[in-house]
């Protein structure tokens, strides 16, 4: 019985560490990173059979570089954030879901729209000084053509 209630409160503080993170919103560079790791990763899982892989894989890494760039040239810090998916209360676990990563490994979709969104996001929170960005505009071109491709059957894997 003690045991059982010694690796319940070890396994509940374990939960409470994970979902008290700090306070802080992730950085650029934090969110640079994981586009580039997500859009790799998207290309590589579900397009990879895509005769256009090798463009999109070029076009989308220079679209982060391009970020990166206009960031150190015009880019400010995020300060204006606020807690939206992690109010819950710090004795209460989170579902494992909110605890993984946000960006989808597992739905091609919603992947591939995501990296929309998080070129969005980085636009909206770091770069809305910059008057010339193009990168969300860039994104959406882009990840409307692996869309386009992918549903007229182009990305088919060669048997």
């Known amino acids: 019985m003690k045991f059982t209630l010694a690796l319940f409160a070890a396994a509940s ?26 859009v790799n990763h998207t290309l590589e899982t579900w397009y990879s059979d895509c005769p256009s892989i090798a463009r999109w894989t070029a076009k989308l890494n220079d679209m982060v570089d391009k970020l990166d760039k206009a960031y150190n040239k015009c880019g400010v810090p995020y300060t204006e954030w606020t807690r939206k998916r992690r109010q819950a209360d710090e004795s209460e676990a ?41 990168m969300l505009a860039r ?20 048997a």
């Open 94 to 134: 989170a579902p494992e879901s909110e605890v993984e990563g946000r960006l989808s490994k597992k739905d091609k979709a919603k992947a591939t729209a995501q990296i929309r969104t998080v070129v969005k996001r980085i636009k909206s929170r770091n770069l809305e000084g910059c008057t010339r960005n193009r």
């Open 13 to 38: 503080a374990e939960v409470n560490t994970i979902l008290s993170k700090p306070d802080v919103p992730n950085s650029f560079e934090d969110q640079r990173d994981t586009l580039r790791e997500h």
């Open 139 to 158: 994104a959406e071109r882009i990840v409307g053509q692996m869309v386009e491709e992918d549903g007229t059957g182009q990305c088919v894997p060669s």
